[in-house]
């Protein structure tokens, strides 16, 4: 496409499709290795604040409270479509000869590296809030009441040596155990007396904080703000997860761009590339962790770590990649005010839009919202109620967590990569018919372990089914995503579109468990009636197939790709 207006159907030759063509195509084409490790980039900045920063949370005594609270940087990954027109036309200055995709991952990777580095400098402090009778002489004194914030209680006759506020940390050990006393977490969790704790201030007679001296105070104007580390840490993690989310926008436009309209057979092999990229990032750099158990780093030992991962990323966007080609807009003809309006409100903002609609028309775009919002909804009642589904069938948190998590993780790159074949040798439509069939299935072995009830065996076999089937049907969505994305506004309309398709999940997932209490707590009729969500998607898939055949005939190529 050379321009926003809606081209006629390309005179390119309809390519015959082979899995030797697709397999050949994975090993001899490097823009393919290119969006996996852009995939592993995206992948990675997810993990960050996903698995360290919550670890180091809790090796810091942070309640679950505090941590969850933390799960609010992720709010940019839902609206990353806001800000996706800039990645698609604004130029960044100084870098912006990189290209213009390049230049936002570029800048997007550097921020993220700022953002872990600056982590890695950070201290937690961990306090206490303690409830104590005044101590004048002795150190030594019968604590009656010991809580956090939250105002949960120890045993009471506990005796502690109280760390007056200004002196160094002390522990000891409390006299009903031997053990070490360790309060170290500002809210959340009970402490108990043989629980290891470090008492880092004392509040006395509900004494708040120690009064900062004169030499203190004098340091630091007094307009300026005492920021505490956790409120760093948490402005570093909200700042790296807009990173983050820019770089997810920006790699689904690199894919979708460097693919060129006639190579509709690389579309899907393409997508899979990214997501197993993507699940690679997400789990492999994590090994930096274990440094924490083997070889006794700290948490911001960890994080600069982390950040020489990044360091690596960067230099494999600069020397491994190289900008797609991508169609730009017309000069406009209006001047002044009005060329401004035009430039910036209609082809840029509004221009996504006013394109989608145009190419599809207004029955097809509508329709192609609807199956977006639909196709996997089935997956989603799933996905958030499955841990609580195996955990009242009577499987335990290591079953879990083998089966669940390394299961799943073993199961799902490489059937991604397959997926990608799969859809590269057939056309998108009966791809999705056979995704949607197999997520239905999946949600039918759910309803036979509801009443066989905790077999391993049906267990593993299920976890192995459903990972296939993820994998494939998400291969399948993104690419069917993709065929519908215009290239000069790729970024803008692949995050709308993924957003619009995440959004109905989102909604769906949390009234999961209410439709389970209203039904009773029959899991087995849950599952079956999830199942059977598939035959209304595959009647809108049908009546979407016939929009699409319509709206060629009339000499619109409605598709961006030809299959």
């Not at 967590?401 to 397959?418: Q, R, Y």
Request: overall charge neutral.
């Amino acid at each position: 496409m050379n321009s926003q207006h809606s081209p006629s159907t390309s005179p390119t030759p309809d390519v015959h499709r082979t899995f030797g063509m697709t397999i050949h195509a994975m090993f001899t084409q490097t823009r393919l290795w290119q969006i996996f490790g852009l995939g592993v980039a995206s992948g990675f900045g997810f993990l960050i604040h996903r698995t360290p920063v919550t670890l180091w949370l809790i090796s810091e005594g942070r309640s679950r409270t505090s941590i969850g609270l933390f799960a609010a940087v992720l709010l940019p990954y839902a609206f990353n479509f806001v800000w996706a027109p800039l990645v698609d036309h604004l130029r960044i200055p100084f870098v912006s000869r990189l290209g213009q995709l390049r230049s936002w991952l570029f800048l997007s990777l550097v921020v993220m590296f700022g953002c872990t580095l600056g982590a890695s400098f950070l201290e937690l402090p961990t306090h206490v809030t303690i409830k104590a009778p005044s101590i004048e002489s002795s150190p030594t004194v019968n604590i009656t009441e010991v809580r956090v914030q939250t105002g949960e209680y120890v045993e009471q006759g506990s005796v502690l040596f109280v760390v007056r506020a200004g002196s160094s940390t002390e522990s000891v050990s409390s006299p009903t155990s031997g053990r070490v006393i360790n309060i170290s977490n500002e809210s959340g969790d009970v402490v108990k007396p043989d629980d290891p704790v470090v008492i880092l201030r004392e509040e006395a007679n509900n004494a708040s904080v120690e009064p900062e001296s004169d030499d203190q105070s004098a340091k630091r104007p007094n307009w300026w703000p005492e920021f505490s580390p956790l409120f760093i840490l948490a402005l570093l993690m909200v700042t790296l997860a807009f990173a983050s989310a820019t770089l997810d926008i920006a790699t689904a436009g690199y894919r979708i761009t460097i693919i060129q309209e006639h190579e509709g057979h690389l579309v899907g092999l393409a997508a899979s590339m990214e997501i197993a990229g993507w699940w690679a990032g997400f789990t492999l750099p994590a090994v930096a962790i274990v440094g924490t158990d083997f070889l006794g780093w700290s948490w911001p030992t960890v994080f600069k770590w982390l950040a020489v991962f990044f360091v690596l990323l960067i230099l494999f966007l600069l020397f491994c990649t190289k900008e797609p080609q991508r169609p730009s807009h017309a000069a406009s003809r209006e001047r002044g005010v009005d060329r401004i309006f035009d430039e910036l409100i209609v082809k840029r903002l509004l221009g996504p839009v006013i394109e989608f609609f145009k190419r599809n028309g207004a029955a097809l775009a509508l329709c192609l919202l609807f199956f977006l919002v639909s196709f996997k909804l089935g997956e989603a009642f799933l996905g958030n109620m499955s841990t609580n589904f195996y955990k009242e069938v009577g499987f335990a948190n290591t079953e879990l967590w083998l089966f669940s998590k390394l299961g799943n993780f073993a199961v799902i790159v490489p059937t991604t990569i397959l997926a990608g074949m799969f859809v590269g040798r057939f056309k998108i439509t009966p791809t999705l018919v056979v995704a949607g069939i197999a997520m239905a299935s999946t949600n039918l072995m759910l309803s036979w372990m509801a009443i066989v009830g905790d077999s391993l065996v049906l267990y593993f076999f299920t976890i192995l089914f459903d990972g296939i089937t993820a994998a494939f049907s998400t291969v399948a969505f993104v690419t069917f995503i993709t065929m519908y994305t215009a290239r000069l506004h790729a970024t803008t309309q692949y995050a709308a579109m993924a957003s619009i398709a995440n959004s109905g999940r989102t909604v769906i997932a949390m009234v999961s468990g209410l439709v389970v209490d209203l039904l009773g707590g029959n899991w087995t009729l849950f599952f079956i009636l999830t199942a059977l969500w598939i035959i209304p998607v595959m009647g809108i898939l049908h009546v979407l197939t016939r929009l699409v055949k319509i709206r060629e005939a009339e000499g619109v190529q409605v598709k961006t790709y030809q299959e």
